[in-house]
Structures are given as structure tokens and as C-alpha cells.
T-cell receptor
Framework: DGGITQSPKYLFRKEGQNVTLSCEQN?????MYWYRQDPGQGLRLIYY???????QKGDIAEGYSVSREKKESFPLTVTSAQKNPTAFYLC?????????????FGQGTRLTVV | QQQVKQSPQSLIVQKGGIPIINCAYE??????FPWYQQFPGKGPALLIA?????SEKKEGRFTISFNKSAKQFSLHIMDSQPGDSATYFC??????????FGEGTQLTVNP
């Protein structure tokens, strides 16, 4: 089955720790994205990558980092610099770099700071 | 200018009713207007999308109405069912500008 796989589904982080969220896709899509979802705020773009070894900051990149070493993978690290990391994180991909095409989303990772 | 404003924030209808969710945008360059449906604990999935060369698009019980002059578009769900209960997001983009999402509408369809 083709799709986007995010892991883990639930993640708990202690104060001051970095954590990495995994995102893998087997759709052969060029572009991949990370969004953060908070209640009543829609989806906010954290980082995006339109090609391997290249990525750009979105609207709320502070406290996050990414890498794109392989076409299929786009991991997101939530660093200790992110002051309010508790949220639902969504990874997405699309077939080309243009924004006006369908985005396919993973099932999300719910991160909670304990 | 990149904002997409969505209303209402929440909506409750009875089974068989026709919920309507509205979105407004400012950027006249937007040329792609999708709607995404999200069930609790899941990622959003594309429901239906429209481009500005048409004023209406139907897919099953879901219809997008598009008013280019007013810079508004809306989602209508005909004969709504309890299984339609979900959060709905509108969005807008151009090929060169990022997908901008509305704030979301939580729809509840009561049996």
C-alpha cells in the first residue's frame, strides 16, 4: 500500500529533551511538509522540502529542525528550544513542488511534554 | 494577504440537514481551493477541490461553490450523515505560494 507513515503515534517528552518524529513515504513524491495542529488554529507549516538535500522554513520553524537526505524520508526534530511543543504533528507529501496539487497526509504524531 | 478565513468554527446539524461552511481569501492569485476532511486522531484527507475557472463542483453529496468576485468559496454537504462528523479545513494556494489553511470547522451531525 502506498502512503505516508508517521511514527510514533504518541510521544512523550521531558522538559529539555530533543525528540525526533519520523515520516516516510512510498508515493515517490518530490515534496514533503511538516505541519503543526493546535485546537482552533488550523494547520501551520513548520518546514517543507521540495527536493532531496534542500528544505525551507515555514511559518513557525523556531525550535524545530529537519533533514532530507532521502526522497522517502523527512524527519522532524523538536528541540528543547521549542517552548510549547505539545501538539499534533502532521507530515504530508505531494507529487511535485507546486503548492496547488493534492497533499497526502500521514496519521499524525501526538507529542506531549511531561 | 495570505490568510484564509473560515467560518463557522463549529456547526451542529441534524441528519439529513445541509451544513454550509464558508471561506474567504484576499490573495487574488490563488488558483487552487481544496477542502480537507479530518476525523479525530487522523490526518486530513482531500475531500474535493476547485479551480477558479468554474463556479461549482460536485462530488457525491459534497459541493463547492466558488465566487471569484467576492473572493469566497463554500462547502455544502447534502443529506448529511452522522459519519460526516469531522473537522473540515478549507485551503488555498498557487503553484508558487504555499498552501494556506483556514482555521477549521468542527461539524457534528446528530442522528
Amino acid at each position: 500500500d502506498g502512503g505516508i507513515t508517521q511514527s510514533p503515534k504518541y510521544l512523550f517528552r521531558k522538559e529539555g529533551q530533543n525528540v525526533t518524529l519520523s515520516c516516510e513515504q512510498n508515493l515517490n513524491h518530490d515534496a514533503m511538509y511538516w505541519y503543526r495542529q493546535d485546537p482552533g488554529q488550523g494547520l501551520r507549516l513548520i518546514y517543507y522540502s521540495q527536493i532531496v538535500n534542500d528544505f525551507q522554513k515555514g511559518d513557525i520553524a523556531e525550535g524545530y529542525s529537519v533533514s532530507r537526505e532521502k526522497k522517502e524520508s523527512f524527519p522532524l526534530t523538536v528541540t528543547s528550544a521549542q517552548k510549547n511543543p505539545t501538539a499534533f504533528y502532521l507530515c504530508a507529501s505531494s507529487i511535485q513542488g507546486g503548492w496547488n496539487t493534492e497533499a497526502f497526509f500521514g496519521q499524525g504524531t501526538r507529542l506531549t511534554v511531561v | 494577504q495570505q490568510q484564509v478565513k473560515q467560518s463557522p468554527q463549529s456547526l451542529i446539524v441534524q441528519k439529513g440537514g445541509i451544513p454550509i461552511i464558508n471561506c474567504a481569501y484576499e490573495n487574488t492569485a490563488f488558483d487552487y481551493f481544496p477542502w480537507y476532511q479530518q476525523f479525530p486522531g487522523k490526518g486530513p484527507a482531500l475531500l474535493i477541490a476547485i479551480r477558479p475557472d468554474v463556479s461549482e463542483k460536485k462530488e457525491g453529496r459534497f459541493t463547492i461553490s466558488f465566487n471569484k468576485s467576492a473572493k469566497q468559496f463554500s462547502l455544502h454537504i447534502m443529506d448529511s450523515q452522522p459519519g460526516d462528523s469531522a473537522t473540515y479545513f478549507c485551503a488555498a494556494a498557487t503553484s508558487g505560494s504555499r498552501l494556506t489553511f483556514g482555521e477549521g470547522t468542527q461539524l457534528t451531525v446528530n442522528p
